[in-house]
């Protein structure tokens, strides 16, 4: 990945606050840093403030510490749990708190609207209010009235991430495209202009657009990946292989091989919440999402699949050991936030099965799952390896090894992952998707 000092410098730097220091908010206050502005974060978490203030970043992210190291080195990033004096003075805040699934699926505003409270005694036009968090189009109206309930006229400026965790270092250096929303045109430039040493096209746009133009983004990959498990469903059934099918697909230019992979569902702290959000913003305002909907609903089935697969490789589930490799939602993270292979945890132990998981980074807390701290102590007198992480590490794992330790002689590979042929000449019973 290219690195931040070849990046030039802003030709006008500026004072900035970003409230909220997790996966958004600090990768977005250090890529910032790195064009030349400087940047307080306010974090209200005691115990991630401190981690901050020694200069450790709290979470899995590449490349991020070393960023953040060379931000702090040269005082263009400090950190404070106290939001207001955060945002005293700043040219613009950018706000990157969680906006969780809320009640009937909608997006939960309430933090979004508590950092709005917190900043507002300080900040006044034309000081820019930028939402980075993730809100439903039909948000920003409301959002602006809160903003200037609390007493300030900031204008606000929708301008949502579109990072990936374990890449988000290479997204904010080197983002494919800023979108910049707002009714205020003064505000939308200065935003575009902070941005404008990375070198990405910059859409300007009103505040609705920008906010459907992250959630379409969105609904679009999560689409792309239920289409893929759903032919790879029916290959298995008409004895195809998914994994020529996708081939063919991918040299088509029109479509391209991003997101054409097999797997037990999408998921992740976006996808998930931000589909049902969309829905339930779409029904808010007369428009059924048909579509979007069935994805949703074919995502969840996805799961059952893979269980129900488990289940008919080792003849049923109750009483039977599985190791489970991946916690995590993806490969290169620690999070389980609507993580696939966490509720494929689930859904093993209440099949009955007892599950013994592993994963590099990733812990979680269960009923029923066991964690181990290596994959062959995971598999050691299990009835089947179920692959749910797409972890490089478990495509290194010598299945004669596997086989040496197991009890049964399944492997269910929910990621298409291992070497098939390597699996079967150990004498194991693979079972892949669509494969």
Known sequence: MPGWTELPRSEDPRRLAVIGAGYVGLTTAA????????????????HRLAELRAGRVPFREPGLPDLMADAIS?????????????ASG?????????????????????????????????????????????????AARRLAAHLLQAGSDAPLVLSPEFLQE??????????????????????????????APFGAPVIETDPESAALTKYASNAYLAT????????????????????????????????GPHYLRPGPGYGGSCFPKDLRALVAAADA??????????????NDDQLDRVVAKTGETVGGLAGRVVALLGLAFKGGTEDTRGSPAVALARRLVEA????????PAAQVELDGVVPAPDPLTAASGADAVLVATEWPEFADIDPRRLAAVMRGSAVVDARNLLDRDAVLAAGLVYRGLGR
């Open 285 to 298: 305002y007369g428009h059924d999402l048909k579509l979007i909907k069935a994805v949703v609903e074919t």
């Open 74 to 86: 040269a005082g263009r990033l400090e950190f404070t749990g106290d939001n207001a004096a955060a």
């Open 352 to 359: 009955g099965a007892t599950v013994r998981a592993y994963d």
């Open 166 to 195: 374990s890449r988000a270092v290479e997204g904010i250096l080197h983002p494919h495209r800023v979108v910049v929303g707002s009714d205020d045109r003064q505000a939308r430039r200065l935003v575009a202009s902070l941005h």
């Open 90 to 138: 700043v040219d613009a805040v950018f706000l990157a708190v969680p906006t969780p699934e809320g009640r009937g699926g909608g997006a939960d505003l309430s933090a979004l609207e508590q950092a709005i409270d917190s900043i507002a005694p300080v900040v006044a036009s034309p000081t820019a209010v930028v939402v980075k968090s993730s809100v439903p189009p039909g």
């Open 31 to 46: 890529g910032l840093t790195a064009v030349g502005h400087h940047v307080v974060v306010g974090e209200a978490d005691e």
């Open 224 to 255: 792309r990946l239920t289409f893929v498990n759903a032919i790879a469903h029916l290959a298995e059934s008409v004895g195809a292989d998914v994994g020529a099918v996708l081939e063919g697909l991918a040299l088509d230019p029109r479509i």
